[in-house]
């Protein structure tokens, strides 16, 4: 099968919320023998890529994405058993994500977490309601470079300012970056700014790119 | 002319000395009335009060019974998070897939569980009070959104996209559920119900799985609710359903700031209810004016095409805004002419 072919199957499978077909599709392609590391550039890269597109336009639903997500993390799972960051391919970087204090709404936050290990992030995912102290000594640990804090609700989003204020005040602004994001953001991109992120994606297919940049910046800013 | 004689003269197609006006205002009593906001929704007495005290200041044509799903995943056995400033959330639901979910005892919607009846004995104190006056509304969660109260978003989307089966027997089980939490409200005296439905909204499900999956139960509710229902968009779009809502037994929509308020008329007909359509999230950033401006937007384009409820479109109204841009909203109303 041509992987153009494949591309246009699986996105079909991510719209029609047809993992079952999704994962009969990833064993046609394995029993044909292609290398299962290139099916991830050459069918799930792009498939990924134009379901974002679909998103950002505002014609692909949250389920439609989940359902993405889940199908990513399935190609992920065949074609690198160990996890992206593992024997399978380099990472590309290590991003510690979590819902900011007082935020509960984990299902963005997840799927944010599958599309950046499916794009080679190892993500450490801290998940529900965790404060900046949390947020930072962990990034530090991990020797990450990118914080995601996600919120949905305005008055949670606010709290990210406190994760901002910790990163200046421990001189960690050139070396660890913020990155935010949730409904809240969509609808007001003016709150990035005023939570004092350093980006935000407008969904989770976004983020690769959005981490990317972060990454770069640091280099550019304390080298690598 | 009183709030209720103007809502009713509104939906009847009656005329009606101005536009009616209203704003999700549960949490903001906490901001007025300087009361903690756990005691705001553990309280009815304290409900009661903070609604008819912004009743009184601001002049809105509608009151709600608490907006508090929590407590009802709360009654289920998950776990509230409390906050200074803004209304409940679930911070844990009370298990974690579809199979516990269906083989958990779920509670009555008569049980004396936690603060399960806080809602009903507040609208029977609001009717009570003031609902000869001014309609009290109940909040009644979709069937859609339901199971996520019980067992989290993630594994309902979850069981609804990718275990059929028992997104069906979950369904039913809530029908049923809902049916009785209605009938709960509309004993307590609610003169109609708002559903808010997030599965409605094209940004959380593609119409082709709504219809599939989620039309039929909800249709099955539907005539068992006892009381008029204004099916309510949760904060995103739902222009994607609104021919399909025109076809449903119920008395309008509530649409999101980003559906478009002609185009949603001409997709519901000319009988069926709108509210909205003011951006929640804008509020605390309007001024008076801007507020005047935007109110005066929408009632240009939807008031005199059809029955018209002029609202913020959102859940409950950002505690930063500021009471002089209430103020505003309510004038903007009030000086909009008197059509017949």
Redesign the interface.
């Known amino acids: 099968m041509e992987p153009r072919e494949a591309i246009t199957i699986l996105i079909e499978c991510m719209?029609d919320?047809d993992?079952d077909r999704a994962s009969r599709l990833l064993g046609e392609l394995a029993e044909s023998g292609a290398p299962m590391q290139e099916l991830l550039r050459q069918v799930l890269d792009p498939a990924l890529n134009e379901v974002g597109r679909l998103w950002e336009r505002?014609e692909l639903?949250?389920?439609?994405a989940?359902?993405g997500a889940?199908i990513a993390e399935d190609f992920l799972m065949r074609c690198l058993p160990s996890e992206a960051g593992g024997a399978g391919r380099p990472s590309k970087g290590v991003v510690v994500l979590g819902n900011i204090e007082?935020d509960?709404?984990?299902?963005g936050r997840?799927m944010v977490g599958s599309f950046l290990r499916a794009s080679g992030w190892e993500v450490v995912d801290l998940g529900?309601?965790v404060t900046a102290e949390v947020f930072v000594d962990e990034a530090l640990a991990r020797g990450a470079h990118i914080v995601g804090a996600s919120a949905m609700?305005?008055?949670?989003a606010m709290n990210i300012r406190k994760l901002r204020e910790l990163i200046d005040r421990r001189g960690l602004a050139g070396r660890l970056k913020l990155a935010v994001g949730g409904?809240?953001f969509n609808?007001?991109p003016a709150l990035v700014e005023e939570v004092g992120g350093d980006g935000t994606a407008a969904n989770a297919t976004q983020v690769d790119a959005l981490c990317d940049r972060l990454l770069s910046e640091v280099r550019t800013e304390v080298g690598p | 002319m009183n709030s209720l004689q103007r809502v009713m003269g509104v939906v009847t197609g009656q005329p009606v000395d101005r536009p009616p006006v209203f704003a999700v205002l549960g949490a903001y009593a906490a901001r007025s009335s300087g009361v903690p906001m756990r005691t705001l929704y553990e309280d009815a007495a304290t409900h009661v009060r903070g609604q008819l005290a912004l009743r009184a200041e601001f002049g809105f044509d509608l009151v709600i019974a608490p907006f508090d799903f929590p407590a009802i995943g709360e009654a289920f056995g998950g776990q509230t998070?409390w906050?200074d400033?803004?209304a409940p959330?679930?911070?844990?639901p009370a298990v974690e897939s579809a199979a516990e979910a269906l083989a958990l005892t779920w509670p009555s919607p008569d049980a004396e569980v936690g603060r399960l009846q806080v809602c009903p004995r507040a609208a029977e104190a609001l009717a009570t009070a003031c609902g000869s006056e001014t309609p009290v509304f109940g909040i009644l969660p979709g069937p859609g959104g339901f199971p996520a109260l019980i067992m989290?978003?993630?594994a309902w989307?979850?069981t609804?996209?990718?275990d059929p089966g028992r997104a069906r027997e979950l369904l039913a089980r809530a029908v049923e559920w809902l049916a009785g939490w209605a009938s709960r409200l509309v004993s307590a005296g609610v003169t109609a119900l708002i559903m808010p439905e997030a599965a409605a909204?094209?940004?959380?499900?593609?119409r082709a799985?709504f219809l599939d999956t989620l039309e039929a139960p909800l249709l099955s509710l539907l005539p068992r609710l006892g009381a008029p229902v204004v099916v309510h968009h949760t904060?995103g779009r739902v222009t994607h359903l609104l021919d399909r809502m025109a076809t449903w037994p119920i008395l309008g929509v509530a649409v999101g700031a980003r559906d478009d308020l002609a185009g949603a008329r001409g997709l519901l007909g000319p009988g069926k209810l709108l509210v909205g359509n003011l951006?929640n999230?804008?509020f605390?950033g309007w001024s008076p004016e801007q507020v005047a401006v935007e109110a005066r937007d929408r009632l240009e384009q939807a008031f005199g095409a059809g029955p018209f409820i002029l609202s913020n479109s959102g859940a409950d109204l950002?505690?930063?805004t500021s009471p002089e841009t209430l103020h505003a909203l309510v004038a903007a109303c009030k000086g909009f002419g008197h059509p017949s």
Do not use: K, T
């Open positions: 719209l919320a993992r505002r639903s949250m389920a439609q989940y359902v889940r007082d509960f709404h984990a299902l997840r529900n309601d609700m305005h008055d949670a409904a809240v609808w007001r | 998070a906050f400033h803004q959330n679930l911070r844990r989290g978003m993630e989307i979850n609804l996209l990718f909204c094209s940004d959380v499900l593609p799985l904060g951006d999230l804008a605390p950002p505690l930063g």
